[in-house]
């Protein structure tokens, strides 16, 4: 096997550059900011509030709504403004990535808004979104059992890499990229998982710990970032 | 201050000798945070205080709230919660006509109130104490109901400088919403300000004497 070199000489359990930042809306009841090296998502909290229209309303629990955005400039090619089916995907499955963790029940009648957005895309924008939208939730002061963080893994040929770029992403040689986003807990549970292309099950189990590793490291600056936002105001 | 920031699902403090408070939860030996915010430990209760995030109602808390709508026997009011808020036609010490409770608050008209009861069904308002009740004339002002304490200082030290100083009468709402009424324009806008002064400042210790000390430079 020929020996794979990063486009951007990163080592293979290495992250992109990671900034984090709470508090940047003003209007909004929380938010936050997350960069993965270009990557960089915004996520903005509002509520609980009333959910309207009202036979949305689920009396026994709150509920959660997630939707994720790329914005028109986000990308070399201008993209088409609005929702589309990526983004209501992406948008759910960031739902079901948040919702183990958020305690919701305590709002009955009540939901919560979480508004995602990708400033610039290069790669791993749900994953900056999911990161971003945990730290937004904090700073709103909701409810929660821990934090999430979510990082993806790739494959390039035959090797496993932390945080994929665009440019990895497209890997064509060999056997091809494969993409896997995956969410931790701040316990190291699994909260969400995807995966596009093909991988044996001895090598996923080695993504799976690899990505437990980096998310570590993420929920650290996340923490960190949410501590520095009291700091700053002290 | 010593009081250490903390994020969700960090463990706080570990023993079976402490009580989990408001924003905590007991798991195995240790007790975790379940919100963002500083802990404040007191006699063995570790609780959290929240510092930033939407306006929760509590019961006894005294809110400023609007008229959003009016009701066969009562007005809806938003106090900036989740829920709106009920106050009851009964509340109203007069005999009020059922088709004209228009007489006694409109539609957008500011009132200050007591929450008395919550249940599934909403939340109960008061208005059956001295001081509350419509707001006829001053001046409203928001802040972030996270700083409300601090406005208000310790056993209302603060509030009482402030009405000193500056001559007006202050009503602060656990929702934020501040009423200033004084004699003149002049002296509400004085009283707004230290207000803003005291939400920029709000981590400083010793705010009362920085207050005190802001009010003689404004001299």
């Known amino acids: 096997m020929t020996t794979i070199k990063r486009p951007d000489g990163r080592k293979f359990d290495e992250l992109r550059k990671i900034e984090a930042k709470v508090g940047i809306i003003p209007n909004a ?8 090296g270009d990557t960089i998502a915004i996520a903005a909290v509002y509520g609980p509030k009333k959910m309207h229209p009202q036979h949305m309303q689920n009396p026994e629990k709150g509920t959660l709504r997630c939707t994720y955005n790329m914005l028109s400039f986000s990308v070399t090619e201008r993209a088409r403004p609005g929702q589309n089916r990526r983004s209501q995907e ?7 990535a948040l919702s183990p963790i958020v305690l919701i029940d305590k709002y009955p009648n009540n939901v919560v808004d979480v508004h995602i957005n990708i400033i610039q895309a290069n790669a791993s924008t749900r994953c900056a979104g999911i990161n971003a939208a945990a730290m937004a939730l904090a ?23 932390v945080d994929l770029c665009k440019k990895e992403e497209d890997w064509e040689e060999g056997e091809g990229a494969t993409d896997i986003p995956i969410t931790f807990t701040n316990e190291g549970e699994i909260t969400h998982m995807q995966l596009d292309g093909k991988i044996t099950q001895k090598q996923l189990k080695e993504a799976i710990e690899l990505g437990r590793k980096a998310c570590k490291e993420i929920y650290e600056i996340q923490k960190k970032a949410l501590k520095d936002a009291v700091d700053e105001e002290k | 201050m010593d009081r250490k920031a903390i994020t969700p699902g960090e463990l706080i403090i570990e023993g079976e000798d402490y009580l989990p408070g408001e924003g905590t939860e007991k798991r195995g030996k240790g007790i975790y945070a379940q919100k963002f915010g500083l802990v404040e430990e007191t006699n063995k209760l570790i609780r959290i205080i929240p510092l930033s995030g939407t306006y929760q109602p509590r019961r006894g808390n005294v809110v400023i709230g609007k008229v959003e709508n009016i009701n066969f026997n009562g007005w809806i009011i938003d106090i ?34 007591k929450i008395w009861n919550m249940n599934k069904r909403g939340i109960d308002l008061s208005i059956k104490s001295r001081g509350f009740g419509k707001i006829d004339e001053g001046m409203i002002i928001r802040i972030n109901p996270n700083k409300v304490p601090r406005v208000i200082g310790k056993e209302g030290s603060m509030v009482s400088l402030i009405k000193d100083e500056t001559g007006c009468n202050i009503t602060v709402g656990q929702n934020g919403v501040i009423w200033i009424q004084g004699d003149t324009i002049e002296k509400e806008l004085l009283a707004k300000e230290a207000i803003m002064f005291i939400t920029e400042n709000c981590f400083v210790s010793g705010l009362t004497e920085e207050v005190k000390k802001w009010f003689e430079n404004k001299k």
């Open chain 2, 80 to 113: 900036g919660a989740p829920e709106n808020g009920f106050l009851s036609l009964m509340e109203v010490p007069r005999y009020v006509n059922k088709d004209a409770l228009e007489e006694v608050m409109e539609i957008g008209d500011m009132v200050v109130a």
């Open chain 1, 90 to 96: 992406i948008g759910k499955v960031t739902e079901w």
């Open chain 1, 29 to 36: 009841d929380g938010s936050a900011m997350f960069s993965f």
């Open chain 1, 139 to 161: 700073h709103a002061g909701i409810p929660m059992k821990g934090m999430v963080s979510s990082v993806s893994i790739g494959k390039l040929d035959k090797q496993l890499v």
